[in-house]
C-alpha cells in the first residue's frame, strides 16, 4: 500500500490527467468489463438431464437392484440387468485390490455398521414404511386418481384434436405428392426387391453354403498355427533377442567401453581434479595466511614461498623453470646471528600450518565428496541401471525359456513314444529329457554366473575408483603437510633455544595431519551413496541367486514328473507333482525291473545325478546368499570374499555332480 506524503502517494504511480494524453483523448484501448455468457436451453437441458440421469442410476443401483443375476425379474429396472453385468464382468479383476486394501477395514468397520443397521436403520425404515402405507399411499393413490383425470380431460382431448390437425395437413398438402412418387417408384422398386432377392437365393446363399466348410477348415487352421506355431515362436524369439541383447551384446560392448575407453577418461578426470583441487586448497590456505595476526607476517613469505613449490608440483608449465634457476640470491656479506626461540613464536608456527592444513583439508573433503557423488551416479546409472539389470533380465527370460523347453521335449517325447514301447525306446526317451533338463541348468547356471561376476566386478571397480580419487587429493595434502613442515622444521634447525618438548610438539602436530588425512580418505571410502550402490548390486544378485535356485528346484520336480509321465504316457499340459496313477502301477514295476540292469547308463542314475546337481546349486547359492547378506556394509572395502567362495564352490559341486550323468560328458 502506498504510503501518502504531503498529498502525494509514495511508491506508486503518479495519477495520470487526461490534459496530458495526446489531444485529450485516452491511449491505447479501453478496457470493458467482460460480459457472462449465458447458457443456452440446450447446455442447461443437457446438464440438468445429466445430473437427473446420474442420481436416478445411483439410487436405483443402491435402493432397488438385487445383489446377484438370480433374483433378477420382469419388473427390475433395466439399469439393474447392465449393473450386474459390468459388476460380473469388472469383480474379478477389481476383487483382489478390493481384498488387500479395502477389505481389512470393511471388517473393522462391518461390526459398528450392523450395529447401526441393527438399532437406527432398520427400526427407522421400518417406522417410514410403516407411516407411509398408512399415510402417504392412500394420499399419493388419490393424487394419481386426480391427476389421470384432469389428464383425460383436458390433455387428451387437446392431443387429439392436434393429431386430427396434422392428418389433415398431411392429407391436404403431402399425401397427393407421396402418392405420386409411389406411383412412379414402385415399379423400380418391386423389380430390384425381386432381382435383388433372386441374387441372394440363387448365387450368395448357395455360395455361402459350399464354402462355409473350408473357411471353418481355414479358420481353424489359421487359429491352430497362432496358437501352437506363430505365437510361441514370436515369444521365444523375442525371448531369444532380450536374452542376446540384455545378456550378451550390451555386457560385451559395455565390457569393450569398460577396459578401453573408461580408463583413459578416468585418468583425465583424475589429472584435471588434481589440479582444481590444488588451486581450490591454494586459495583456502591464502585465505588462512591473510587472516593471521601481525606478528606471524616474517614468517609468511617463507611459508608462501614453499606453498608454492607445493603447487608447482601439480603445474605442467616449465616455462619458469630456467629462470626460477639462473638467479640466485646474493650471498650475505655479514653472517646474520641466530634467532631465539620463544614459546609464543613455537605456538604460533604450529597453529598457522595446523589452520592452513585444516582448511586444506576441508576443501579437499568437500571436493572429494562431490567427486564420489558424481562417480557413484554414473556407475549407478551405467553399470546397475544398465548392465546389471540387463543380466538379471537375461537371467529370468532364460529360466522362462529353458524350463518351457523342457516341459515342451516332455511332451513331445512323451507324445511320441508308443503304448507298447520296449524298454530300449523308454530309455532313450528318458535320457533324452535327462539330456535337456541338464543342459536347461547348464544355460541357467552360465548366466547366474555372469550376474555374479558382474556384482564382484562392480563393487570391485567402485572400490578402485574411489581408492584412485581419494588418492589424488592425499597426494596434494601429503605435499603440503611435507613441505610445510619441511618449512618449519628448517627454520627451528637455524634458531637457538628449541628444545626436546618443542619438537615433541612438532611430531604431535605431523600425527594430528596424519589422521586428518585418514579423515578425508574415509569421506571417499566410506561414502552413503557408494554404500547404497554396493548394496543395490548385492540386491540384484541375492535376488538373482534365489531365482536360480527357485529354477534348480523346479527342474527337479520337472525330473519327478517326467518319469510319472513316461510311466503312465501322459503327454498333456499337465505338470503337475502328483503320485503314479493306479492303473500305472503294474508297468512301473516292470519298467524298474527292466531298467535294473543299467549301472551307469540308466535312468536312476542319471536322475541321482542331476539331484545331486540341483542339491549343490540350491544349497551353495542359498549359503552364498546368507554369506553376502551377513557382511556388513559400513566400509566400502569390505569385498565379500566369502559369498564368492561358496558360490564358485556351488557352482564347481554342480559341474561335477551333473557331469556324472554318463553320456553328458561336454
Known sequence: MAVVENGKPVNAKPIESVKDRPNGHAVGPVSRRPRHRRQSWTFWLFNNLAKLTTWYVLLTVIFRCPSTPAKLTDTTPQVCHTYLSVKSYAQPHLQPYYDDYAAPYVAKAQPYADLANRRLVRPVSNFVQLNYDKYASPQLESAKTHVQAQWDKSVVPRINNVQGNAVKIYDANLAPHVEKVATVAGPYYSSGRDSAGHLYQQYVLPSVKQSRPYIQSAYNSTQL???????????????????????????????????????QLVMINERVAKYRESRKMKAAMDVVDKSTTAPAASSTPIASSVLDDVYAMFNTDESSTPAATGTVAPESSAKAEPKWATEEQISEDLEIWQKKFAAAADTGSDDLSERVASIVHSLAKSDIEGMGQGLATALEKTIENEIDNVKSKIRSVVGSLPEDAGSEETKKSAEEILGTIRASGAEIKDRAQKVRDWAQNFEKGLIQRLAAASASTLEVLDGIKDLGLQEVGMRWAWMEGVTYKHWEKFHAVRKQLDEWKQEVRNVAMENPEAEKAIASARQIMEESMAITEDAAKELVRLKSVAQWKLRARDATDDFETKSMPAEAVSAASSLASELQGLPSQGVDSASSALSQATDAIADGISSASSAVVGTSTGTVESVSSQASQYADSALSSASSAVGAVPGYDS
Do not use: E, M, Q
Not at 227 to 242: E, F, K, M, Q
Not at 244 to 260: A, H, M, R
Open 225 to 263: 498355427f497362432v496358437a501352437t506355431t506363430a505365437y510361441p515362436v514370436a515369444r521365444h524369439a523375442w525371448s531369444d533377442l532380450i536374452i542376446f541383447v540384455d545378456g550378451t551384446f550390451w555386457p560385451f560392448v559395455k565390457g569393450l567401453y569398460i577396459d578401453n575407453v573408461r580408463p
